[in-house]
């Protein structure tokens, strides 16, 4: 007996290939059909698990041809209806489908849909349905055309749209090599139909869809343009449907190339042909919001923004039937093009000062749905225009919402971090007013608390802004200086906020903060709490050791041996002074492995400097080369005190040798005058040998034998 349906699965053997089984069961079970297979090229071991399913396996060789392969299953269809799916697609509910045939309104139809869901990521959560044609009754001449995109034909009957759907990951990539392989098969396949087949608008519509997702926004406009004149003196139903897909296809083309004018003229002329549907209508003039409220005509956007909710509200934002030519124009009412339509019209009010439209319209947005989208300038407006425009109560949910919504979080922060920027001061106050009204865990939202309690006045709710604020940072050091001058200006007790911050999380802030500022900054932070912190408080103590380290770390070679010995000598007191608060003596002996490895290297440095100042030079250098590597910020400081170190050596062993050499020499020179002095005075010269002892007084006044030359010098004298 001729079974009701016939469904045919294309299998490669993809993971999801159980699934896709599975999920057919319950049609089997329950409606008298059969099931065909075609083995596009399965492993053994998905062909054993496709003989669990079915005896009715097709074996078919792989040729590019998605028709060819279709069909192959088709031949062997005995059924009154035809079903077709892929391996990479699976049922989330079957029971329309089965109320469909088992109820018997199937024989009112020729045709009927159900819904394929386009996830966009892995989550499960992000995704797009739309309706396709994958159920006909079958008929002599039923077939499949193209080679990719492929659909059945001829078509007769009414269509019957059924809500059960298919899951589909299959535009789900690993990497963008993998979607772009995927995209260029895919171009590469439409191109060669094209030039079989010049006149095949299907074709031509898919084409300029595969374009805008490459995308090639170039070759898309030009695919549009020449499908567009191909058509133009066509005014059929059928022709009518591809024209409105080939103006979206031009309209988008435009937008994305940034060809506004040219986009503008073209919709204005477009939008009077009076070809168009409904469905046309709604997305061009989706389309022109975007490209009006880009260029600032927020008049014009208005208008069609209106006219796309116009029809979108008309038709409750289904649509009633699947036109000729799905392509762009099922995707109207995508929830991400509703989204987006309401955006520009929420936008382009605030642009304008008003909030009518963000009042009504934001919260339509079904924020509570995981598939949520929004326009990405939109938020930036609201925040800018939150900036100037006065309050209300129902802005305040509407901001709050912006700023808790972790899909839109950042989006929001780093749109009011801009605003500020641009506005400056008057705007940061305003927005904290708005916006630090938000609950959640994100440090920035206690930023905004910090200057919203400030203009309230409440000095209790400004310290525990503070408080909080400086727990939810890594690092509070590197907040902006405007913090801590409003702390100064409402006399916090920045010490005691401080110490609530626990000490692992002060740690790693200030270690990133010492690690990434230079060091003028880091002198100036220190300065700062030089004035605000007592020594002896933990946090200060480890920040005060970490600029000494940054000081030891940063030492030039034009820096002078004294002056590095000091950062080192520095370095290494603060260091010894704050972990022997931590540790017993014995962990600074040996090895030192409970040590953090800054202090190991300060304790080794320490050794270095007592060699130094002992005038070992052995061990200093043995201590210093023991320094090396122990922690590797300090490397390169230490090498160059170990090199400054020897340079200055060598400079003291230079000018020790050098008064040496000078003193024999003068020990020389002495004793040849003196010979001289006393052969004068043999020779009864005893005013030369006068004069010649005076010269030589002056310069060897310790010479013992200066005394006895005078008292000779004198007898000669009297004797005289």
Known sequence: MKPVLSISLLCSGRKETKKCLDSLKPIMDQVDSELIIVDTGCDEQTRELLAEYTDHIVPFVWCDDFSKARN??????????????????????????????????????????????????LTGQRYQDMWVSRMIKLSKDTHFTDKIHEYLAPIRG?????????????????????????????????TGCLEEDPGNLRIRAHLAQEYMGHPDYVNMERICRESLERIQNQKDSLHNSYRQTFYMGLLLALLNLGKFDEAKEFFETAIQDKTMDELGRAGMSGIASEIYYRQGDYETCDKCCLEYIRIYNGKNGQMDKVP???????????????????SMYMASRVCQKETDALKKYFWEMCWDEENFSIYGNLIPDIVEALAEIPCDDELIPIARKLMEDARVQELTINAIKKTVEKKGEEALRSLAGIFGQAEGQHYYIWYLKVFAAAQAGSKEQLEEAYGMLFQKVVDCLELEDRVFKLADENHLDLNRIFAGIPFD?????????????????????????????????????????????????????????QQIRKKMQIFSDKSLLFYRRFYLPEAFEGEMEMLPASCRAAVVLHRALKAADAGDIAQFRQEITK??????????????????????????????????????????????????????????????????????????????????????????????
């Not at 035809?82 to 049922?91: A, G, P, Q, R, V």
């Not at 590797?632 to 020897?646: D, R, S, T, V, Y």
Request: with cysteine; hydrophobic share 35%.
């Open 72 to 121: 192959a299953g088709l031949r062997e269809a005995k059924g009154e209806w035809f079903l077709y799916i892929d391996d990479d697609e699976y049922f989330a509910d079957t029971s329309e489908i089965v109320g469909f045939f088992r109820s018997g309104e199937y024989r009112k139809y020729g045709q009927a849909c159900y819904l394929q869901r386009n996830h966009l990521d």
């Open 505 to 561: 999380q002060w740690r790693d802030g200030v270690d990133s903060f010492c690690q990434k500022n230079p060091l003028d900054k880091v002198r100036a932070k220190k300065a700062y709490l030089d004035r605000l912190c007592n020594a002896g408080e933990i946090r200060y103590d480890y920040f005060d050791l970490k600029v000494s380290e940054v000081e030891a770390v940063v030492t030039a070679a034009e820096f002078g041996y």
């Open 158 to 190: 009414e269509n019957k749209l059924l809500h059960n759907w298919v899951e589909h990951y299959g535009y789900v990539f690993a990497s963008p090599e993998e979607k772009k392989r995927h995209d260029q098969r895919n171009a590469a396949l439409l």
């Open 627 to 720: 320094a090396i590597g122990l922690f590797g910020p300090l490397n390169e400081g230490i090498k160059n005190f170990g090199k400054q170190f020897a340079d200055w050596q060598e400079a003291q062993l230079k000018k020790d040798s050098g008064a040496e050499s000078a003193a024999q020499e003068m020990q020389v020179l002495a004793r040849q005058v003196k010979a001289q002095i006393r052969h004068f005075i043999e020779q009864g010269e005893k005013k030369t040998a006068a004069g010649v002892l005076q010269q030589l007084k002056s310069l060897t006044p310790d010479d013992p034998e200066i005394s006895e030359l005078e008292e000779l010098c004198g007898e000669t004298c009297l004797f005289f």
């Open 324 to 342: 000729y030519s799905p392509v762009f124009v099922q995707s109207i009412f995508y929830r991400s093009n509703r989204n987006n339509v309401f």
